[in-house]
Structures are given as C-alpha cells and as structure tokens.
C-alpha cells in the first residue's frame, strides 16, 4: 500500500507543482485546501484550514507523512498568524500519529539579523516538531518559477521600468533556485532517514547580487536596463514603489524587501549527498519560467 501524504497548500505556488510529482513518485496524495470544491490540481482534495485545528484532525486522519507550504506574508499580524498555525499542525499531526512533516523554510544565516519575515520561518520550523513528529526542513532563497512572489517582482520590474531607481538591497547576494528542482529536493528527502529533524539549505548554482538577476533576465527578453542606485530608499518607500510598479500588495512587499538585507545563500550543501541531481543555472530557470508564463497566458 503507497504512503498517504498530505500536502497542505496544495493550491499555491510550489504545493501545485509537488501533487503531480508526488503522484508520480507513487504516493497517495492528499490535497489540502480551504475550498476543495474550486481545487482541479493532483491527490485527493481534502477540506482544512491551518488556523481551524479540528479541520486538521480530520484532514491527517490515516496519513503517514505531510509538506506544510503555508505562510501568510500579506497578513500585518502574518508572524502571530503563522506562529499559531504551525503550533496547531504540530498538535494535530502528532495526534494522527504521522512520521514526518517537510516544510519549505527561508534561507539566511542565523548569525545575522534576520527580517522579520525570516525569524517568523525560523520560528514555524521550531514550532512544527513541538508535536513530537520529526520534521525536515528546506530554506529556499528566491524560487525561480512563473508565480512566485519573489520571481513575479524581479519579472515585473525589469519589464515595467527600462530604468530603475534602486535602494541598497538591490546589491545583497542571493542563490536564486528554479522552482522544478525544489519540487525534486522535496519529494526526495520525504524517505530519507537522515533527513529526519534537520535543516537542509537549497540554492541553485550561482549567487547572484538582486541587480544581477534583474540584468541577466533583461538581456534574456531583449531588454536595455539601467540602474540608478539610491542608498536612502527606506524599506517603507521602497515598498510603496514597488506596489506602484507591480502587483505585489504594499504589506508583502515590505515583509519581502525587509528581507532583502540579508544575504540568503547556501552555507550548507549537505542535501546534495542526500538527494543528488545537478540543479539548473539562473538562466535556464528564467527561461522555463517565461515559458510557464506564456503557456498560463494562451487561450485553452
């Protein structure tokens, strides 16, 4: 009999890609979601809510393992959010008695002064295996894929602003990752004994300054892109900008560009022993990704 697992947002940006994968690997896939009636992706649609814990009970009831892919960055309270849903998953994946849980971090050195929005991934990670279920978790910097809030703000501001004022964290380093080879790392710890109760950093290739990301996808669309750094943009401003030149929500675009500070790159490839393939480079991921965009915009 395959392994029952239960992916909860199921319907966002990576869970829609991992429950045809997931399937395809031979599990049985639950998929979870607020509104099961509206959900046509892979797996079983399956009612719950990370913040209603009896819809949790229900939704583990028979699984053997889980991936938590939830977070609430457009909420103000996102951290409380967050904080309380990953304590009421932990409760009710003990109590289904299941054997592991993969959840999908953020990258960033510890020793450093994290954003908010990065502790709050920190904090989730704890708070998952204060059930007693052994977790495994993945921190990912900028996911390359049509989608992403990361990948559909650097997309949308090389596109809409042939030059650009920029502030300071347009030059922090980052280890951009194609969404494809997160989908591949998840699906590959799920089994492994040794990936039990740790932390696994995944990044692609390269480590690209955000400016470096932005000029490598101008020159893949053909486009001339000049930057005008200027260090005093605060991150409120910088958010308010970015709402006006994207359609990333002004409270996201904060909690992102808070995070922009910090250097989010590989200090650990130990999963590279664990689960071995050789991750797609930069451009190649922003080429699949254009293509995912442009397949999503033809008419059915």
């Known amino acids: 009999m395959s392994m029952q697992v239960l992916v909860a947002g199921a319907s966002g940006f990576v869970g829609r890609r991992l429950c045809p994968a997931l399937e395809a690997a031979g599990y049985a896939v639950r998929a979870m ?143 951009p990752i194609a969404v494809a080879d997160v989908v591949r790392y998840l699906v590959g710890v799920l089994e492994v004994p040794d990936a039990a109760k740790r932390a696994f950093d995944i990044g692609g290739p390269e480590v690209l300054a955000y400016v470096d990301m932005m000029r490598r996808l101008a020159a893949i669309e053909g486009r001339t892109m000049f930057v005008l750094p200027v260090p005093l943009l605060s991150p409120r401003l910088s958010s308010y900008w970015l709402s006006l030149v994207t359609d990333v929500d002004v409270q996201t675009g904060r909690s992102l560009i808070d995070s922009m500070s910090n250097e989010v790159v590989v200090r650990d490839d130990s999963i590279r022993r664990l689960v071995p393939f050789e991750p797609m480079d930069y451009d190649d991921a922003v080429l699949q990704a254009l293509g995912e965009r442009a397949k999503a915009k033809r008419p059915q």
Do not use: N
Request: proline share 3%; charged share 25%.
């Open 33 to 175: 979601t607020r509104h099961p009636e509206s959900y046509h992706g892979a797996g079983e649609a399956v009612r719950g809510d990370v913040h209603d814990g009896a819809s949790l009970d229900v939704a583990l009831a028979g699984c053997d393992a889980a991936y938590y892919l939830v977070h609430s960055l457009s909420e103000a309270d996102f951290e409380q959010r967050d904080a309380d849903a990953a304590r009421a998953f932990a409760h009710a994946a003990a109590g289904a008695g299941l054997r592991r849980i993969v959840y999908l971090g953020g990258l960033g050195d510890d020793a450093d002064d994290l954003s908010t929005h990065l502790r709050s991934r920190r904090e989730v990670e704890k708070l998952l295996g204060s059930g007693g279920v052994p977790v495994t978790t993945l921190r990912a910097g900028i996911i390359v894929g049509h989608g992403g809030i990361s990948w559909e703000m650097t997309r949308q501001l090389v596109e809409h602003l042939p030059a650009m004022i920029t502030p300071r964290w347009v030059h922090t380093r980052t280890q």
